[in-house]
């Protein structure tokens, strides 16, 4: 079992950038894949970015491709999801996410979906201001 505590969020203004931080604890980190979810108010939970065990593969939502950047670091059991060129549209509750996956390899519609995964963080708020 693991525990998921996202960290980072806040408030930052149109164009700028910030990183967000999930701490996992419990043991055999680098055997699950991880991933970053956001829900907007009135929106459903949409997926933003999963990251393989080794962290080689990595998989993002076509509104964050090219902006975001999803990363592991194994020895510290943290997944991190660093965010430049911030819209005001990405405003949300950004949630880690997490699945015991010793497998190296994942079908993209599995990795994108919210029901693969069954560990997930309370969740953080990120406002972008315009």
């Known amino acids: 079992q693991v525990q998921l505590v996202e960290s980072g969020g806040g408030l930052v203004q149109a164009g700028g950038s910030q990183r967000l931080s999930c701490a996992a604890s419990g043991r055999a980190f680098s055997n699950y894949f991880m991933a970053w979810f956001r829900q907007a108010p009135g929106k459903e939970r949409e997926f933003v970015a999963a990251?393989?065990?080794?962290?080689?593969?990595?998989y993002y939502a076509d509104s964050v491709k090219g902006r975001f950047t999803i990363s592991r670091d194994n020895a510290q059991n943290t997944v991190y999801l660093e965010m430049n060129s911030l819209k005001p549209e990405d405003t949300a509750v950004y949630y880690c996410?997490?699945?015991?996956?010793?497998?190296?390899?994942?079908?993209?519609?599995?990795?994108?979906?919210?029901?693969?995964?069954?560990?997930w963080g309370k969740g953080i708020q990120v406002n972008v201001s315009s």
């Open positions: 990251i393989s065990r080794s962290g080689g593969g990595t």
């Open positions: 996410a997490a699945k015991l996956w010793p497998a190296p390899a994942l079908g993209a519609d599995q990795a994108m979906g919210a029901q693969f995964y069954n560990y």
